[in-house]
């Protein structure tokens, strides 16, 4: 295990052309404090947990103080954001201050989020505020521990240093880590600029570095765009599964690994609703959670057309042709697993459809009612009543709940250990929105910051019972579905 500063840098990124970033510096904030620290992330770094300790914890990962061997840099990328084309965007509050090799070979880019201007801020401030750090730092764990890949966070330094949104607030910086932050926009920005070379280099870089399985392909650039469709439907059908709406998928906020990154006004969804929109700002939904699959093709069709000077029309179409059966595949083989089914049947669609239409027309808890159909009983005589009496009309729920006997049946379905396979899949615990703004307000209003290490414990064991956090596992508070969150962070 190692001391901070004996961490080990490898700043590949910045050792890319000049046009890919910018130099910059971190902008100190005063006074900063520990907020948060995740000894998981830590350990990804062979980073000693004691180290958090130190008072010179602070002062690194606010940004006051630069790590031996980092070599900070902001990150050029442009992006469709809502449809529209926004030629320069780039990092305008992250700072990359590089990357750190651990003993496993394995690169983690060590990203400051909130270290103030770059020179693609716009003229905005280049802060995060506390909130929005505090919801990206435990939704990251929250998606890595249900087994959806997700950047991760090591950090959150606080500071009273005021920072202006709807309201007055104080600004917090966020340690980010993923093995890279390129997105769909990172290659965008080149092709707009005409700078076909950089697209080149880009996809080279990022092939060599994280798609090693396609490096040898006769076509890799094919093969690549093809491998990133794959990822990124799989992490869509992932969301999809798990009730997860992201909120802002703009193709800036594609990371080209097809992990989850740019956690802003996002949601886990309380009472199944298909048209659930997360983000306040979004008056037309186009970043609804059921538009989310189709939204994941219309992003990669902006990525293959930034391909375009390295792959044909016909491999471009052919790579994007594969998303629909991808996304499929991926997300009937999780919902299959969630209802416990382990063989697949011509009916089983027309199952889950039947159930998910009833669960939007009872406004039934998601997260809850898979959890509590791991002790579905099959006994006939059994009106399996926890279930039921979720259902505002629980003869939706037998007439479906006949159904799915039927089909366990079919399978020989033995309840116990079918059980035993469904725990692991559905969750008892997920980050709601209110859990979020609880933790959030106990840090902002008390600086008291328990909440969000309890938090961060118990999202870390997600599918295990954990019978003191009983109330987690609750469906939300009215006042907490009602929830506004809002774009600004
Ligand atoms: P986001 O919606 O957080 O993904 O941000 C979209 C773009 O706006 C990115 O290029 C961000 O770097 C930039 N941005 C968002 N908030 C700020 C801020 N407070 N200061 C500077 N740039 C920002
Ligand atoms: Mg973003």
Redesign the pocket.
């Given at each position: 295990m190692k001391k901070l500063t004996e961490l080990t840098f490898d700043n590949t990124y910045a050792r890319l052309p000049e046009a890919f970033y910018r130099r910059v510096k971190p902008t100190s904030v005063p006074a900063p404090y520990l907020v948060s620290f995740n000894a998981a992330a830590a350990e990804l770094l062979d980073l000693d947990g004691s180290e958090a300790r130190r008072p010179e914890f602070v002062e690194y990962f606010c940004g006051n103080r630069l790590l031996p061997g980092a070599d900070p840099i902001a990150a050029l990328?442009a992006g469709h954001?809502f449809g529209s084309w926004v030629p320069q965007?780039?990092?305008?509050?992250?700072i990359l201050l590089g990357e750190v090799r651990n003993g496993k070979g394995e690169r983690w880019d060590l990203q400051l989020k909130g270290a103030g201007?770059?020179p693609?801020?716009?003229g905005?401030?280049?802060?995060?505020v506390l909130r929005s750090c505090v919801r990206e730092y435990l939704c990251g764990e929250a998606m890595h521990n249900l087994g959806i890949r997700s950047t991760r966070a090591l950090s959150i330094v606080g500071s009273n240093l005021p920072v202006q949104r709807e309201r007055a607030e104080t600004a917090a910086v966020l340690l980010r880590m993923a093995p890279t932050h390129v997105r769909f926009g990172t290659f965008e920005v080149f092709v707009n600029r005409g700078q076909i070379e950089n697209v080149k280099a880009l996809a080279d870089y990022v092939i060599a570095q994280f798609f090693l399985e396609v490096a040898d392909e006769k076509n890799k650039y094919a093969a690549f765009l093809r491998e990133v469709v794959r990822r990124t439907a799989v992490m869509i059908a992932q969301w999809q599964a798990f009730g997860f709406a992201h909120g802002?998928m703009?193709t800036?906020?594609m990371s080209i690994l097809g992990i989850t990154i740019?956690y802003?006004p996002f949601g886990f969804m309380d009472d199944y609703d298909p048209d659930f929109i997360p983000n306040h700002s979004d008056h037309s939904g186009r970043y609804a959670f059921n538009q989310q699959p189709h939204v994941g093709l219309w992003n990669l069709s902006c990525l293959a057309h930034a391909l375009l000077s390295l792959v044909s029309e016909e491999e471009a179409f052919a790579a994007l042709d594969s998303y629909e059966a991808d996304f499929n595949d991926a997300y009937e083989l999780l919902m299959r697993a969630k209802l416990g089914l382990a063989e697949s049947e011509a009916d089983d669609h027309a199952l889950l459809k039947e159930l998910l239409d009833a669960l939007a027309a009872n406004a039934v808890d998601y997260t809850n009612f898979f959890r509590r159909l791991n002790s579905f009983s099959s006994a006939p005589d059994d009106h399996n009543d926890l279930l039921r009496d979720m259902f505002l009309d629980p003869a939706s729920f037998d007439s479906w709940a006949t159904k799915y006997r039927a089909r366990l049946r079919l399978e020989l379905s033995v309840d116990h250990e079918r059980e035993s396979r469904m725990k692991r899949v559905n969750p008892k615990y997920v980050l709601r929105n209110y859990m979020a703004q609880k933790a959030t307000a106990d840090a902002t209003e008390k600086r008291d910051y328990t909440e969000i290490d309890r938090l961060l414990a118990l999202l870390s064991r997600p599918f295990d019972e954990q019978p003191e956090c009983d109330l987690y596992a609750a469906s939300s508070p009215d006042w907490g579905k009602r929830l506004v969150v809002s774009?600004s962070?």
């Amino acid at each position: 295990m190692k001391k901070l500063t004996e961490l080990t840098f490898d700043n590949t990124y910045a050792r890319l052309p000049e046009a890919f970033y910018r130099r910059v510096k971190p902008t100190s904030v005063p006074a900063p404090y520990l907020v948060s620290f995740n000894a998981a992330a830590a350990e990804l770094l062979d980073l000693d947990g004691s180290e958090a300790r130190r008072p010179e914890f602070v002062e690194y990962f606010c940004g006051n103080r630069l790590l031996p061997g980092a070599d900070p840099i902001a990150a050029l990328y442009a992006g469709h954001q809502f449809g529209s084309w926004v030629p320069q965007l780039g990092d305008g509050r992250a700072i990359l201050l590089g990357e750190v090799r651990n003993g496993k070979g394995e690169r983690w880019d060590l990203q400051l989020k909130g270290a103030g201007p770059t020179p693609f801020s716009r003229g905005f401030d280049g802060r995060a505020v506390l909130r929005s750090c505090v919801r990206e730092y435990l939704c990251g764990e929250a998606m890595h521990n249900l087994g959806i890949r997700s950047t991760r966070a090591l950090s959150i330094v606080g500071s009273n240093l005021p920072v202006q949104r709807e309201r007055a607030e104080t600004a917090a910086v966020l340690l980010r880590m993923a093995p890279t932050h390129v997105r769909f926009g990172t290659f965008e920005v080149f092709v707009n600029r005409g700078q076909i070379e950089n697209v080149k280099a880009l996809a080279d870089y990022v092939i060599a570095q994280f798609f090693l399985e396609v490096a040898d392909e006769k076509n890799k650039y094919a093969a690549f765009l093809r491998e990133v469709v794959r990822r990124t439907a799989v992490m869509i059908a992932q969301w999809q599964a798990f009730g997860f709406a992201h909120g802002v998928m703009n193709t800036d906020n594609m990371s080209i690994l097809g992990i989850t990154i740019d956690y802003g006004p996002f949601g886990f969804m309380d009472d199944y609703d298909p048209d659930f929109i997360p983000n306040h700002s979004d008056h037309s939904g186009r970043y609804a959670f059921n538009q989310q699959p189709h939204v994941g093709l219309w992003n990669l069709s902006c990525l293959a057309h930034a391909l375009l000077s390295l792959v044909s029309e016909e491999e471009a179409f052919a790579a994007l042709d594969s998303y629909e059966a991808d996304f499929n595949d991926a997300y009937e083989l999780l919902m299959r697993a969630k209802l416990g089914l382990a063989e697949s049947e011509a009916d089983d669609h027309a199952l889950l459809k039947e159930l998910l239409d009833a669960l939007a027309a009872n406004a039934v808890d998601y997260t809850n009612f898979f959890r509590r159909l791991n002790s579905f009983s099959s006994a006939p005589d059994d009106h399996n009543d926890l279930l039921r009496d979720m259902f505002l009309d629980p003869a939706s729920f037998d007439s479906w709940a006949t159904k799915y006997r039927a089909r366990l049946r079919l399978e020989l379905s033995v309840d116990h250990e079918r059980e035993s396979r469904m725990k692991r899949v559905n969750p008892k615990y997920v980050l709601r929105n209110y859990m979020a703004q609880k933790a959030t307000a106990d840090a902002t209003e008390k600086r008291d910051y328990t909440e969000i290490d309890r938090l961060l414990a118990l999202l870390s064991r997600p599918f295990d019972e954990q019978p003191e956090c009983d109330l987690y596992a609750a469906s939300s508070p009215d006042w907490g579905k009602r929830l506004v969150v809002s774009c600004s962070s």
